[in-house]
């Protein structure tokens, strides 16, 4: 056996399993029974990113439902009407980039397979989305056709930081969402493109905000000013970060937080339409367009 393949191979077995639930949720069915509605072509699978766990050691290794991957959620009830909906939960004691095949997602992506689907749309939130761009990356025949990315920290977030907010036993999930971690993990997977197939794209959380401070006193003036653009936890340009432009990946910005994104209207409204409607490759004509609108660079 080859040194590669054998590297490989510890690598994998060096991935644990974790608790992971897989549900169909619209039209809902019970937790261990799915079925594709007459007619369906399109399964979306809705996949959740951090959940911050304070207090409870147990429930960081628990996979525990968000409320928008809920049945009676807006947006379970929106994706609905023109599609079946899936939703994964999955525990957060192990780092992002291990998620995906701790989780066991191309067993649950083959089950929809199985069943006929032709169109397989994942929607990531936040670091959701990491874990569904790394899912087809590493995985561009599973049969996924569409990923759209929502707020999601590619380029790493602020939050990552904040440890103080789960508990130690989670703490190894948040640190892989960190500006530092997100830079080194794209450093070791730069040769992984997206595949060409798949259709991918970034909704992008998107609010424009100006601080201007006025430190002036009776010896000298200075008035700094600061330009602020992203979704108060991710900034704009994590979300759609220059490797993706590279690879002339569609953005849309959105004007939302973070946490809302997924059960606002106008986030909500957003995220159906990108299901629905094909997301082409942009030229870089319209990747340098879109970077000046929405990063306000060149």
Known sequence: MSSSILSLL????????IDAKFAQVAPEQNSKSFARSAGEDRAVVLVQGLYPHPFSDSNVARAMWQDWQEPDSELVQ???RESDVYSLAYAQHVPVHQIAQAARMMEKVA???KLGYTEIVLVGHSAGGLIARQFVEDHPQAGVTKVVQVCSPNGGSMLGNAEFSVRRSQEVFLTSLTESSRKQMLAERIEKRIP??????????HQECRFDFDLSCRYFSLRPSADVRGDWIVSSCSQWTPDLQEQGIPVVPVKSCHLWVVQQERGI??????????????????????????????
């Open 269 to 298: 409204t957003e995220i159906h339409r990108l299901v629905r409607e094909d997301q082409p490759r942009w030229t870089p004509a319209r990747v340098n367009a879109a970077r000046r609108l929405v990063l306000g660079a060149d």
């Open 78 to 80: 929106s994706l609905g």
């Open 111 to 113: 089950r929809l397979r």
């Open 196 to 205: 060409e197939h798949v259709q991918f794209v970034c909704l992008v959380g």
């Open 10 to 17: 510890l690598a994998v077995l060096s991935i644990p399993s």
